[in-house]
């Protein structure tokens, strides 16, 4: 089992920045890809930003360089800098962990944190 604690989210103004923190416990050696997943309201979770065991990082297309994901193996945590944040942008963001491979692969996810935009 993997455990993971999200910390950071809250209230922004249009154009302002967060940074959402996520840390991993439990089995942590077993975990290849980290990243981070939003889901707002009436709407399907969606992937934002991962990071795969060989350190490649993938963004979603409404990321536009605005957003940039971070990777701390040593301390297993993971972390979302969010800049020029727009309201499409509010939402409940859920921190991810895999373990496994293919057929084997299992999902962890944090609690979610909320993050708001609003003037």
């Known amino acids: 089992q993997v455990q993971l604690v999200e910390s950071g989210g809250g209230l922004v103004q249009p154009g302002g920045s967060l940074k959402l923190s996520c840390a991993a416990s439990?089995?942590?050696?077993?975990?290849?890809?980290m990243g981070w997943y939003r889901q707002a309201p009436g709407l399907q979770r969606e992937l934002v930003a991962i990071?795969?065991?060989?350190?490649?990082?993938r963004y979603a297309d409404f990321v536009k360089g605005r957003f940039t994901i971070s990777r701390d193996n040593a301390k297993n945590t993971v972390a979302l800098q969010m800049n020029s944040l727009e309201s499409e942008d509010e939402g409940t963001y859920y921190c991810?962990?895999?373990?496994?491979?293919?057929?084997?692969?299992?999902?962890?996810w944090g609690q979610g944190t909320q993050v708001t935009v609003s003037s």
């Open positions: 991810n962990a895999q373990t496994g491979v293919s057929r084997g692969r299992i999902n962890y």
């Open positions: 990071i795969l065991s060989d350190d490649t990082i």
């Open positions: 439990g089995r942590v050696l077993a975990i290849n890809t």
